[in-house]
């Protein structure tokens, strides 16, 4: 007897191509979108970094976007079992994704927590009641080490992911995205708008728009923005570690590929820019530096919306609110590329599968990687857990004088930096490589996208960036990034 329709239905799919959108669009838009991209276009350049980045998502990022998908929906599998089926020699390429998906967790989930709980002190404030007790400038230093508090906030975003993903793909998934993400899009609308009437605001435009071309004006400044936009595109599509391969498997052969992986990233890249219009103008209307690290989107930003008085508080809350929900978005698809990956392994041995399981048993691992991040108050030397450069015997004077690789300086670098950094871009030309070289575009990528009759117009240009563009683009990530994470410290 035939099993397999009744086992296709088990495994679940979207309902529809909108649903998958939403939740493609809510993997990518993410911590990335709102914190990281502001900040690197506001320190690198303004508009020439722009126009940078747009480059590299049409010639990279749209690129490794419909082979992941390809990969995905040809092979109705999660990363390790596509690569696995594709060809045996490269499931180790499967594997470095589910790696990938646990070390972006470990921190992911923690920054996660950190937003709820901004979110609440909004909500306290709102209520009259003093959300941020130890304030003024000082309360991201508290949080930090308030380990109880710390730990409550990681455990009570896991759940939050627990409850989504135990739901399922349509059940789940797709229902969370379909209201969340057109709800983050006009609450980040508001602020835009609440911002913009601010006394002040106009300076953040101009320092986006106005072409700064010094950074790029000698080739070494070119060669720096060149790789942290490549980077910022990299991460902020969600690329090379198989949660859109996995999200792929779930999509029905009669959706247009092609259109998708267009979809996608001009979603990401609107959200990446409309934070940007936010959250520069917020900066520079209260007079406030945008190149900072996790202090931008903590410090900072509450600091803004706290000066704005009794009305702040409300904006304030709406901006933490659609923080978390680009949080949550991208974590389950983080999480579901693990759980996608068991659910294949036990449906090929037969076994029955419990996806409730398999998630809080992801979900209690993640938790415990992600402890050394939550607990080491981002490198500080009195923290609980000690970072690991302060293991290595390093000390906080050679921090200072930035001898200390950023690959070591707190857990969070740690854990962002090995698969950021080397797991993701490795994955992600090893794929593109193989999809433009060994199993060829037009084997695998063309009748993969031509299902159902639709047109692949786009061959020309996708076969040239899959040999040529897209695996050059990935080795200026995977060179730029070893050489930021790792080495330039060792120069100074
Ligand atoms: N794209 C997410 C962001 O911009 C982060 C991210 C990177 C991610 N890779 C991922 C999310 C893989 C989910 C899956 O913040």
Redesign the pocket.
Known sequence: MDKAPHMEHDRGTWGSNFGFLMAAVG???????????PYKMGSKGGFAFLVIYLLLVVFVGVVVMLGELTIGRKTGLGAVGAYAKLSKKYKWVGYLGIL??FT?LAF?NVLGGLVMRYMFGFILEILGVDGFSGAEGGFFDYILFDYSGMIFFHVLFIVCNVVIVMGGIQGGIEKFCTVAMPALFFMLLFVIIYVAFQPGAGQGYKDMLTPDLKPISTFGGFVDVLKTAAGQM???????????ISYGSYLDKKENLQKNSLIIPAC?TLI?VMAACAVLPACAAFGMEYNQGPGLLFNTMQNVFLSMGSFGSFVGFMFYFLVFI??VT?????FE?IVTWRIDVNREKGKKTNRTTIMCVAAVCSLIVGLPVALDALGSPDAAVKAPYLLLGMTPEQLDAGQVPMAIDAWLDFFDVI??GIF?PLGALVMSVLIGWKWKTKNLVVPECEQSGHKFWGYGFFDFCFKFITPLGMLVVLGGQIYDFFIKALLA
């Open positions: 993997s990518a838009v993410g911590l990335g979108n709102i914190w990281g991209f990938s998906a972006l992911y990299f991460f902020s599509l969600s690329l090379g570690m198989g949660a859109i990401d990446a680009a949080a991208s974590s389950i698809s983080l590329a698969s950021e993701m």
